[in-house]
């Protein structure tokens, strides 16, 4: 009987300790969003500073209803005619470009093809905040969700040493 009540006492203990990593690995896996997250964020920022600017045409619309994304056409400096997929996705309802619109493009020049993207707020600053946003959430709640598991299980541990 004594045997029973023990491995009864340490089953809630190990429910307080197993909670307890999980908060490790949602605390680990905040971290890997932010770094990913300020990783594109550099990106951004070595595109201001490298990218030349020019203007683009929206030639067509990609539509996964509900959504709509932007085909742009754009000539680099060195007048090579670049296509590119805009990243950012819009509701139909929300027309954000039509076909024909004229659009500030900034890309690099040594890559256009990979670094092209509409020069506006939302279309560079979207993707890479929602890793950063995400992972500081995920971080919190793994950092408390550890740390308040872990003193319960310590709490519980010197209970059952009594």
């Not at 683009?56 to 007048?79: K, N």
């Not at 929300?94 to 939302?122: L, M």
Request: no cysteine.
């Amino acid at each position: 009987m004594t045997a029973l009540k023990i491995k009864l006492q340490y089953a809630h203990m190990n429910g307080y300790r197993n909670a307890s990593y999980v908060g490790f690995v949602l605390y680990l896996f905040g971290i890997v969003l932010l770094i990913y997250g300020f990783y594109n964020l550099s990106i951004e920022k070595d595109l201001d500073q490298k990218g030349l600017k020019t203007t683009g045409e929206v030639y067509d619309l990609e539509v996964t209803e509900p959504y709509r994304q932007a085909w742009v056409m754009f000539t680099t400096s060195e007048g090579k005619q670049i296509r590119f997929l805009d990243k950012l996705f819009w509701n139909h309802s929300f027309e954000k470009y039509k076909k024909g619109d004229q659009v500030e493009v900034i890309y690099d020049p040594a890559s256009p093809h990979q670094t092209a993207v509409i020069n506006h707020f939302f279309q560079r600053t979207t993707a890479p905040w929602w890793p950063v946003i995400v992972g500081a959430i995920v971080f919190l709640v793994g950092f408390f969700m550890r740390k308040i598991m872990l003193r319960k299980a310590l709490e519980l541990d010197a209970k059952l040493k009594r």
